[in-house]
């Protein structure tokens, strides 16, 4: 398999996060609706997604262009504090201040190719990812944005009305209900990687499959203009590796496979799935509820052959009564690592 990092560039608002589970699903349609994008058809690969997934992908992460190539902000690893920040300060009082100021770094920079070695990253919190998102923005809307607040991307709601369309009005009761979006930074580049078996697909008909998605938009409201993104380059990036790695950083949800983790640390993330395309519309369009670890899970495989794969987890079936063949990606790209600390 080989991994790429796709970039994105949003255009609106994303009602639905950009979570790698949600675009896999996406990606299945684009495959159901045009034979090209995988080799022998969707049906093939569904068949065999338990022991061979034809594409992986992660959730999106900011980007940004640098001398040296694209840094990444990802999420923190979910692993209790201490395992992360050294303490600082002499006195009892220095030190919880500065516990509390690293409970609020929910951001860690990488670069390509991947790896993770906690004694040497860069935390950031939301403020110093919109000071370096702010940093980046080109000088015309450096000046734009010289007095908005500093926030690389916050909620905004906007609020709806159901309309009678024989009548072109509201009827007898006026019952406004609003949806929220999350909104980016202007000129704010995500990226996502994309680990592809070639024998499936490829790069270019991956990205044919997303900029489809990105036309006529990803997740909810995208009747009314959310979920709109472009795509700008990719590249191909070497797999993650790392000499005596000892666990795992996953970069999307993933539900891991039983009996293979000696320890786990993640935040419990369901995934309450509704079908796409034409069965959004159906008799039955929700699917079962998913369980998963959320992006940011770090696991601890009882052996070292674990992470011989440059993914981990499991294909989760059974979960849709109107499309009993419906799969949901419980596979998630993981970058291995060394838990200890290495401080210099």
């Known amino acids: ?114 790896a993770i070695n906690l004694g040497h990253t860069t935390f950031l919190d939301d403020g110093e990812l919109s000071r370096k998102a702010l940093s980046h923005l080109s000088a015309e809307k450096s000046k734009q944005m010289k007095h908005a607040a500093p926030m690389f991307s916050r909620e905004a709601e906007r609020m709806y009305n159901s309309i009678n369309r024989l009548t072109m009005t509201t009827g007898e009761g006026f019952a406004p209900f609003g949806s929220s979006a999350t909104h980016y930074y202007p000129e704010t580049e995500l990226v996502v990687f994309a680990l592809i078996d070639e024998e499936a697909t490829g790069i270019e008909r991956v990205r044919l499959a997303l900029k489809r998605i990105g036309q006529s938009g990803f997740g ?22 790392c000499a005596g790695a000892n666990a795992a950083y996953c970069l999307a949800p993933v539900v891991p496979q039983p009996g293979v983790f000696a320890g786990q640390f993640f935040r419990p993330f369901v ?30 495989p009882r052996g070292a052959g674990s992470l011989q794969k440059p993914y981990i987890g499991r294909a989760v079936t059974g979960i849709s009564k109107a499309m009993p063949q419906t799969i949901h990606q419980g596979y998630a790209i993981h970058i291995p690592f060394k838990l200890e600390m290495d401080h210099v």
């Open 220 to 241: 909810a409201d995208a009747s009314t203009g959310s979920g709109r993104f472009q795509l700008g380059k990719s590249e191909e990036l070497p797999l993650p590796t």
């Open 1 to 114: 398999m080989k991994l790429y990092e796709i970039i994105l560039k949003p255009q609106s608002g994303f009602a639905t996060p950009l979570k790698g589970d949600t675009l896999f699903g996406c990606f299945c349609w684009q495959a159901a609706l045009d034979k090209e994008i995988l080799d022998g058809g969707l049906d093939r690969w569904v068949s065999c997604y338990g022991e061979r997934p034809a594409v992986v992908f992660s959730s999106a992460w900011p980007c940004f262009a640098e001398a040296k190539g694209n840094t990444y902000a990802l999420k923190r690893p979910e692993l209790p504090p201490s395992m992360l920040f050294a303490d600082q300060g002499k006195s009892l009082k220095e030190r919880m201040l500065a516990r509390k100021d690293n409970q609020k770094k929910r951001w860690m920079l990488t670069s390509a190719p991947l």
């Open 271 to 300: 995934r309450f799935g509704r079908h796409g395309d034409r069965l959004a519309a159906g008799a039955a369009p929700f699917k079962n509820p998913v369980v998963m670890a959320d992006e940011g899970a770090v696991f601890i």
